[in-house]
């Protein structure tokens, strides 16, 4: 009685590992010739709002001539976008195994004009913008992957990755950014913040002419303050 009891128990715990399973993304970076190499244009539509969230690609932000994003990766991964109100929606799901060759990527071209709200999200990815200003706040977030900002416009913002280093040079903001990473270094160099919130668990801190073991807070009162964390990692302030 007792193994039989035991057969019961295990049957709904190994359907609820599949049906957890089929709904998370597993990736086999090897080529596979049933799922093509594609490269696209997905929309050439204008807009002042942007929102993008994907399971598996690299996603730039940059600016150029004209309003345009580009796909590359499987044919199977290829997002989606929809334009509603002047707001720009790029998804992507991708539950279940995956063979790639590469990462995918979402190449999005902004020309000169100030964006409002933007979001940046990918679960196994880079995150790179690079000439881009806003109006409101940005949010850029990935679950793998570096992140790399180079002459970004935003008065607040939030920049966050699980494991991947985050490089920032040219950051003009008023009120302040959030950065963190759990394993990585964060390097921050000819940007406008006037106060400091640093903190590093396991790592070295340098703000300019100043070193840490850990902690480093200057003018933490002002207006724009750049608070930054690693779990594991250096941070450098040039």
Do not use: W
């Not at 990736?27 to 490269?39: G, L």
């Amino acid at each position: 009685m007792k193994n039989n009891n035991k057969k019961f128990i295990l049957i709904p715990v190994l359907s609820s590992l599949v049906i957890l399973l089929s709904a998370c993304s597993i990736i086999v970076s090897n080529h596979d010739d049933s799922k093509p190499e594609i490269k696209t244009t997905i929309s050439n539509q204008g807009f002042n709002k942007l929102a993008v969230s994907v399971a598996i690609s690299d996603i730039s932000v940059k600016y150029g001539d004209k309003y345009k994003v580009e796909y590359a990766g499987p044919k199977n991964l290829k997002p989606t976008a929809n334009r509603k109100n002047g707001a720009l929606t790029i998804k992507q799901s991708a539950p279940g195994i995956h063979h790639i060759n590469g990462d995918p990527t979402i190449t999005i071209t902004v020309p000169k004009q100030l964006l409002k709200d933007v979001t940046l999200s990918t679960n196994d990815g880079d995150i790179e913008i690079e000439n881009i200003a806003t109006t409101n706040s940005i949010s850029v977030d990935t679950n793998d992957g570096d992140i790399d900002i180079t002459n970004l416009k935003a008065p607040h913002g939030k920049i966050d990755t699980n494991d991947g280093d985050i490089n920032i040079s040219k950051l003009i903001s008023k009120n302040g950014f959030k950065v963190n990473t759990d394993d990585g270094d964060i390097k921050v160099s000819d940007s406008t913040f006037t106060g400091y919130k640093l903190d590093t668990s396991d790592g070295d801190i340098k703000v300019k002419d100043s070193s840490s073991s850990s902690t480093f807070i200057e003018n933490k009162n002002s207006s724009n303050v750049l608070t930054a964390s690693t779990q594991d990692g250096d941070i450098k302030i040039k």
